[in-house]
């Protein structure tokens, strides 16, 4: 799971950024909301694990 991945700084960065330019790109907020949603879901679970 997540909780097991390590990645350094500069690739975190890199992910980030990625994914902030890919969400800026949608224009429909709903699914702008609906992309992060999913994005986000498998991370909740390793978040609640901590």
Same mark, same amino acid.
């Given at each position: 799971? &997540? /909780? $097991?991945?390590? +990645?350094? !700084?500069?690739? /975190?960065?890199e992910v980030?950024? *990625?994914? %902030?330019?890919? &969400?800026? *790109?949608? %224009?429909? =907020?709903?699914? =702008?909301? @609906?992309? +992060?949603?999913? !994005? !986000?879901? @498998? @991370?909740?679970? *390793?978040?609640? $694990?901590?």
């Open positions: 799971g &997540l /909780e $097991k991945w390590y +990645l350094p !700084l500069e690739e /975190e960065e980030v950024g *990625a994914i %902030t330019v890919i &969400l800026n *790109a949608v %224009t429909n =907020k709903d699914l =702008k909301n @609906s992309c +992060l949603g999913r !994005l !986000l879901r @498998s @991370s909740f679970g *390793a978040i609640e $694990k901590l």
